[in-house]
């Protein structure tokens, strides 16, 4: 299991600071963030329900999750960190990003890229 897990969704690049609504980093409103620390168990839970939903949904378009063992086990083999409140797909945009503009081989991370993939290249 990777070290350092994470239990807020901020990722470090907070946008409500400059009068963003919506976090470009996190997703989360500016209320959410501004009064994370304060949130019951409860309402945090709902609020990374809302985040999964909105990443499965993108997703869902480019990857299907093969085999999520696979991808935490190569995740955690990198050491990349990654939200364990997310379900998998949640997982990838962290694997996409750590990849830059290196390929990646799909298969070893348990992933299946989707024909909507054809011709994207990671940035």
Excluded at 4 to 31: E, K, L
Excluded at 64 to 88: C, G, H, I, K
Aim: hydrophobic share 35%.
């Amino acid at each position: 299991m990777a070290v350092n897990r994470i239990h807020t969704p901020c990722i470090g690049v907070c946008s409500t600071v400059f009068g963003d609504t919506v976090c470009r980093g996190c997703r989360r409103f500016s209320h959410e963030v501004v009064h994370w620390n304060g949130y019951t168990n409860e309402e945090k839970r709902i609020v990374w329900k809302r985040l999964n939903l909105l990443l499965c949904q993108v997703v869902d378009n480019y990857f299907q999750v093969t085999d999520a063992n696979r991808l935490a086990a190569e995740m955690d083999f990198q050491n990349l960190r990654y939200q364990t409140q997310l379900s998998p797909q949640g997982w990838v945009p962290e694997l996409l990003k750590a990849a830059g503009k290196q390929p990646i081989p799909y298969d070893r991370f348990g992933l299946h890229p989707l024909p909507a993939t054809r011709g994207l290249l990671p940035r």
